[in-house]
């Protein structure tokens, strides 16, 4: 042996990967009518326009400018598309006038150019180096690729909230509500370890807060089967949740008086009938979809039947261990994730009726662990002892270990499946009300 490492990237399934990550974006840009393109759907995001040039840049100045050492292809616009905002609150949001954004065409033109220098790279440069910081085990490959499909998920939360009539319904879009309304159920979970993360030569790629592994000892606890519903949630509310004090940490209590809110953000009130905002009509709210509301929300549903959110440690144990000890690579088992596992991978653009992946089903027998909706945990986002900032986006991670965020696991209807591993994490703030994220209740036991 010659100590070479083997490769990790396979230079066909990556330009395949590629076209198709692509594809995707263009197909969502698509639904969206012209008068939308300079549109800001949420308040705290960039415009529409921002998206279509930030994800070409970003695989520019990732690969070809960090990775590969070339020159750039416009360094005004990779500047201008270089990054989007995160802020607090809409008063710290950067305001560029719309007027000062390219036009679409010019967006589109750079983005054309932009994939024709990546698939030239991507089929003939040295894109996978030994050593090299951005470019070992191909680091630059997968982080372009996997950024493009984390912001599609971004782009569907954004395109829910706008006007019906900025966007053009495909056929495909059939929303599914008939189903089973599950009965609220806790199972028990014995103590026992969960391991979080993974190690660097266990996964082809991973984000920097995947790393390293950490083992966690983990009390025994029960925890919900099933999400909690919009059927719950209801009842939540017209027992006055929303104007109860007691059930509120006093950081979401002045979010929620100073921001009005009295009913998750998905749900809109008609003629004294509630409705599910969906990504393309008003439906009546279906009681057996799982309801997605803030972490705030969450937390304050969950005192109210007096129990709590899930660590993420308590999350990983129980969706991938198992009553023998051992700890699987998915809640179901070794398989890849496929359409049969749970409601991710663009299946569907809302939710299901919970229960409906029974194939999905953890060891203990918990539904939806990966799926119809992310997870929030009451883990604060931070990085595992050991974390280092990746070289190929070092601010990806790092710039949100603010004490802020929360760690939501999982999936959602429209997370990419190649997303999907156990290690994976993702995080918002707990006030943020536009992400597709669901929650289930816990509470310790003896």
Known sequence: MNGTPPQVVDRAESINWFRQTRRRTADLFGLLTPEAYYEQPIPLRHPVVFYEGHIPAFSVNTLLKRGL????LDDDLEVLFARGIDPPDTSSADGIAIESWPSRRAVKQYAD??????LDALAHAPVEQAGHPVLHRGQAVFTLIEHEELHQETLAYMWHRLPMSRKQRPATAVAVTEGVVAEPNQVAIPAGRATLGAMLDEIPFGWDNEFPRLARDV????????NVTNRQFLEFVEAGGYTNADLWSEADWAWRTGAGVDHPPFWYQQGGDWFW?????????????PVYVSHAEAAAYARWKGLRLPTEAEFHRAAFGTPDGTQRSHPWGEAHPDPTRGNFGFQHWEPVPVGSYPAGVSAWGIHDLVGNGWEWTSTVFEGFPGFAPMASY???SADFFDGQHYVVK????VTA????RRSF??????HYPYVYAAFRGVRAVD
């Not at 050492?69 to 750039?72: D, L, N, V």
């Not at 009390?219 to 099933?226: G, Q, S």
């Not at 994490?425 to 707990?430: A, T």
């Open 69 to 72: 050492g070339r020159q750039g």
């Open 113 to 118: 150019l932009a994939d024709e220098a990546i």
């Open 219 to 226: 009390p025994a606890f029960a925890i919900d089967t099933h």
């Open 277 to 289: 905002r969906g990504m393309f009509e008003l439906i009546p709210l279906p009681p057996a979809w």
């Open 394 to 396: 070092p601010e990806y």
């Open 410 to 413: 999982g999936a959602s209807p």
């Open 417 to 420: 499946s190649g997303l999907v």
């Open 425 to 430: 994490r993702n995080w918002f703030r707990p």
